[in-house]
């Protein structure tokens, strides 16, 4: 009886080095930057072994999320233009927006999701978060699924 697959997101810095190493192994074999198992492994400091062990494990989030549908959570100043600048930044970044959904603002925040389609991005979902937090009037920029 075969047992099914759980998946965690986790951050980079807790998880082990060797993790971190297939992945960049990975990234160096689809790049062309190395050619073989033997000259990633080299690169990275892992043995073959190592990589092959955990080569179907191992994948980055912008990998494992791109052609996804992916719902941000975001808290927002009331104020004039902070969604029309949320709004620019998924669209400068490739996202098709699928929904929005506001509350009515409380305490001079309100709450935002908004779910897009991640297929044709330009850029990675990390870069998008990261863009999302440092637009004027966002409090937090977070995904909420996906």
Known sequence: MGMNPKYYI?????LPE????VAEAKRLLSTGEATTVNEAARITGISRSAFYKYR???????????????TFQLMLHDEPGVLS???AAFA????????????IPSGGCALVTITAETMHMNKTIEELLRQLSRTGGVVKA????G
Request: negative net charge; proline residues 2%; aromatic residues 4%.
């Open 85 to 87: 600048g949320i709004l």
């Open 56 to 70: 179907d494990t191992v994948l980055p989030f912008q990998n494992m999320m791109t052609g996804r549908i992916i």
């Open 92 to 103: 400068e970044g490739g996202a098709n927006i699928l929904t929005i959904n506001q509350t």
């Open 18 to 21: 060797v993790f971190l190493k």
């Open 10 to 14: 986790v951050e980079a810095s807790a």
């Open 142 to 145: 977070e995904i909420l699924a």
